[in-house]
């Protein structure tokens, strides 16, 4: 009876409208996001308010305008006016944005004006169970117009795409060219210079590789290279680009013209029925990562394709990936809504694809999949530890293969002999160079390491890793590594040492009761991992070991109605996030009420815009203030954390990419944007073993 009860429940609420929730205001959309370099966002209410930018905020250029009847209107703020510069005359006016939606694949944008309506749509089929079709470097800009007012309506669509989006500096000169792929035409652009790989650096974007753009088919196109302003001139004047190819020469010193790959298409008399068309933009990177010393090519080149094929597979596949990505969306945004309610839907929504876009898969000399998360705005650091632990739940729920492929280089690297530390390295080097840590000091001092926190994060993603996949194999090749981590954790991790922890940016700290809860859970992670692979009396012995740490743990911490932030600092407290991997790896070394005290104590502590991370000050990391909602055991004390932020994210005045570090009592950005760690929204998701299947398409063990 009981069962039947819960399937009904289920039942109800998949069937229940959604909350009726205002729209969302995203801080920044993702247009085009693809890779730390391929990234294009607009950080507006409106899309036609400002022109679009990188992830890093510099100018990453896209105009889009419309034409109806003889008159010009804008959808991007591009900026430029009629064959003039900055600042004079203007496009007559921007049509009217009625929708803005960001779902996990697609970004939706409605206009209406001069008698039409238009759907602009930005599309990349970020489909984490197919990593040849996640890893192409391809989106698809589309747009449907129909008339809404019972005449016909002569209406043409203008894209170009800058020369801002193949260099570093605007003062880089570029080259492009027309080319034939299968009979139809497109067009290429990339820096004169081509330094593949040759910079490394966290505020950089890329100037080595080619750009491309496609349209759908031939019929209405017109296409061009050229300049910005005399593109944009043509198109108001004729309703078509110049289809010329005249690539400007900059001066000696200096900036060059705004040099733009740009296509025009005619929609003819548009009437009630909706008249559609689509271009692609693709970036072929060549080489992608260095990885000690070996160029690296992407995933989807692996097998020797090449950017024609590329965009051959981009028109081939535009239809059968449209059905799957909305099927996808849908089948996504339904259960993050049966599970966290319709605030909780759209905040990890809008971490999906810049989860995606802060990393790039690739193929190593042998075959095997290697996926590096850049530390952006943060050190600029790849492959680091305590991002990927962050980020883990995204990848441990749509693709485990991910996950692997994340860990596995810093385990190749951990079995170097110049590594020769006790305890897991923070990071492989500074993006895209992953040639050996540059963090604190480098691989050659014990000096501002984090021992306890990347030992603790390996050994927790090796369990949850092992437990999706239903075997510890991959963790079995590195047993001798598992195994020092696991001695060092049980010597170091129960009272942690003064150092730092992933919460860096708040400085060392001795005693950190967090801190020693992951070391804990780690030590149960190696039990299981021992279980698992045939060390029974070892896994014993660790699972005894971690059931005494925690049992001293609430001893050293308690503090009344709630737990210390550090053993020795009476009157304290803290966000204890780690604590989440205690359900779902079902360890249970805790009891189930210091979860439930917590929060409660929480609920007490709360600003406008969320629960600070501790006492010291009133900001928060907004990944971890997702896995510490998850450890309520209802709904209600679950939206009380992730409901102030949702209006974080929706009233911030920091126009970036979802920042994972903010002021919980302003709102404002204090550091971090466009990072991989907003992965760990979807933890939620694994806290339910069967969601955790559903979408892992395996079985938790």
């Not at 294009?40 to 990188?54: C, E, K, P």
């Not at 605007?170 to 790989?197: F, K």
């Not at 079995?415 to 000091?441: C, E, K, S």
Request: proline share 5%; with cysteine; glycine share 8%.
């Amino acid at each position: 009876m009981l069962r039947l009860r819960s399937l009904f429940l289920f039942a109800a609420a998949i069937a229940a409208p959604a909350q009726t929730v205002p729209p969302m205001r995203p801080p920044a959309v993702p247009l085009i996001a693809h890779d730390p370099y391929f990234s294009v966002w607009s950080a507006a209410n409106r899309l036609s308010d400002t022109g679009t930018t990188h992830w890093t905020g510099k100018p990453n250029t896209i105009s889009i305008l419309a034409r109806v009847d003889g008159r010009v209107y804008s959808l991007t703020g591009a900026g430029g006016g009629r064959g003039g510069a900055r600042g004079q005359q203007q496009p007559a006016a921007a049509l009217e944005q009625t929708r803005l939606e960001v779902l996990p694949t697609r970004t939706l944008y409605t206009f209406t004006g001069g008698g039409v309506q238009l759907d602009l749509t930005f599309f990349t089929p970020a489909l984490p169970d197919d990593l040849d079709v996640l890893s192409r470097p391809l989106s698809y800009v589309e747009w449907s117009a129909r008339s809404t007012d019972g005449a016909a309506h002569e209406t043409a669509v203008y894209f170009d795409a800058s020369s801002e989006l193949v260099v570093n500096v605007a003062e880089q000169p570029v080259n492009a060219a027309r080319l034939q792929i299968d009979g139809r035409s497109a067009l290429r652009m990339g820096s004169r210079e081509q330094a593949v790989l040759a910079k490394r650096g966290d505020d950089l974007r890329i100037d080595w590789g080619y750009l491309y753009l496609a349209a759908d088919r031939p019929d209405g196109v017109a296409q061009a290279i050229g300049v910005r302003q005399q593109e944009r001139a043509a198109f108001f004047s004729t309703g078509r680009v110049t289809e010329t190819d005249d690539l400007p020469e900059g001066p000696a010193q200096g900036r060059q013209p705004a040099t733009v790959l740009a296509l025009s298409f005619d929609l003819g008399k548009v009437v009630a029925q909706p008249v559609s068309r689509y271009l692609m933009i693709a970036y072929d990177d060549l080489y992608s990562i260095e990885f000690f010393e070996r160029r690296e090519r992407a995933w989807w080149r692996r097998n020797g394709a090449t950017a024609t094929d590329l965009i051959r597979m981009g028109w081939r596949d535009h239809d059968s990936l449209l059905a799957k990505s909305k099927a996808f969306d849908d089948r996504l945004m339904g259960d993050l809504r049966f599970l966290g309610g319709e605030k909780y839907a759209r905040l990890a929504t809008l971490a999906y694809r810049q989860t995606l876009a802060a990393h790039k898969l690739v193929a190593d000399a042998d075959g095997a999949a290697m996926y590096f998360p850049k530390e952006n705005f943060s050190n600029g650091c790849i492959a680091t530890v305590d991002v990927i632990y962050p980020s883990a739940p995204f990848t441990l729920l749509f693709n485990p293969k991910l996950l692997r492929a994340q860990l596995e280089p810093v385990l190749e690297y951990a079995h170097m002999p110049r590594w020769r530390w006790p305890f897991a390295p923070h990071d492989l080097g500074t993006y895209p160079q992953a040639n050996g840590q540059v963090y604190g000091g480098g691989e050659r001092t014990e000096d501002n390491q984090m021992p306890v926190e990347e030992s603790g994060n390996m050994l927790i993603l090796l369990a949850a890793l092992a437990r999706i996949e239903g075997n510890a194999d991959f963790s079995a090749r590195y047993w001798p590594e598992l195994t020092k981590w696991a001695e060092y954790l049980k010597s170091k991790g129960l009272d942690p040492e003064n150092q730092l922890s992933t919460d860096d940016f708040a400085g060392h700290l001795a005693h950190n009761a967090n801190l020693s809860i992951k070391a804990i859970l780690a030590l149960g992670s190696y039990g299981i991992l021992a279980d698992m692979t045939g060390h029974k009396e070892v896994a014993a012995q660790y699972r005894t070991v971690a059931q005494d740490f925690a049992q001293k743990w609430i001893g050293m911490a308690k503090d009344g109605d709630h737990y210390k932030l550090a053993f020795d600092k009476p009157g304290t407290w803290s966000q204890k996030y780690n604590l989440v991997w205690d359900k779902i790896l079902g360890l249970n070394l805790f009891p189930a009420d210091l979860a439930r005290t917590e929060m409660a104590f929480y609920k007490t502590k709360q600003n406008k815009y969320g629960l600070p991370l501790d006492n010291r000050r009133d900001y928060t990391k907004l990944d971890w203030v997702l896995w510490t909602a998850t450890l309520a055991d209802n709904r209600a004390d679950f939206e009380a954390l992730v409901d102030r932020a949702y209006q974080f994210a929706n009233d911030s005045e920091s126009r970036v990419p979802l920042t994972d570090w903010y002021d919980t009592v302003t709102a404002k950005q204090q550091g971090f944007q466009a990072r991989s760690v907003v992965g760990g929204l979807f933890i939620k998701m694994l806290s339910d073993p069967a969601m955790w299947r559903k979408w892992a398409g395996a079985t938790p063990r």
